[in-house]
């Protein structure tokens, strides 16, 4: 079975523009996550989203947004890009998305650098 | 304040030795407990995790962790570390369904 895959696993970005990261789950996985990952902040959760709907949120500004397709594939994008937003962008996968029972499946990640 | 705490953020130790790595957390309720493994260049992968019952948890690659009440601890060991088990390891807690991480420990193994 083919893992959660990312793309692209890298981007060069400036300040002011926008990104779009895509995350395939594994398949028959309907949840997928999101989390950023810095030297600073470590790893932060962003959000979660089940069957095309968003579930939780982490504490990150409006300028962070998400989608799921009927297929579970999700993509998250940034606005305004902020040199602060330079980050590995992990997503991860799991069945039903109960973080206490279910095991996340994490991706490669997308290394986001804003310039 | 809720949170998640490792103290040491590197580690060496000669291969064969023994390990321990040590994470704290500070929540109301007894959490979920999760350690993860991330190799360089690699997204992050379950080591083991405790919901509740025996406070002594194997994982995968022969890791072990053991929860402790009364300390907050979640420390996760191994009898004998191996070159391939260098990498940066995460403690990480349950909360309101989503992931709450520690800081990371990097794991630096000798010959």
């Known amino acids: 079975k083919a893992g959660v895959t990312q793309t692209p696993r890298y981007l060069i970005k400036t300040r002011g523009q926008q990104v779009t990261l895509s995350c395939s789950p594994i398949s028959g996985h309907r949840s997928v996550s999101w989390y950023q990952q810095t030297p600073g902040q470590g790893l932060q959760f962003l959000f979660e989203y089940f069957s095309e709907t968003q579930r939780n949120k982490g504490n990150f500004p409006g300028r962070f947004s998400g989608r799921q397709f009927s297929n579970s594939r999700s993509e998250m994008n940034v606005s305004t890009l902020e040199l602060g937003d330079s980050a590995l962008y992990l997503c991860a996968s799991s069945l039903s998305g109960q973080v206490y029972t279910d095991t996340q499946y994490f991706g490669p990640g997308t290394r986001l650098t804003v310039l | 304040a809720q949170s998640v705490t490792q103290p040491d953020i590197h580690i060496t130790v000669s291969e064969g030795a023994s390990l321990e790595l040590r994470c704290n957390y500070s929540?109301?309720?007894?959490?979920?407990l999760f350690w993860y493994v991330q190799s360089p260049g690699q997204g992050l992968q379950l080591l083991l995790k405790?919901?509740?019952?025996?406070?002594l948890v194997q994982g995968i690659k022969g890791f072990e962790a053991e929860f402790k009440r009364s300390q907050s601890s979640f420390n996760l060991r191994k009898p004998s570390v191996h070159w391939s088990d260098a990498a940066e390891y995460f403690c990480a807690v349950g909360v309101n369904n989503d992931m709450r991480f520690g800081a990371g420990t990097r794991l630096t193994v000798k010959p």
């Open positions: 405790y919901f509740s019952g025996d406070t």
């Open positions: 929540y109301g309720a007894t959490p979920y």
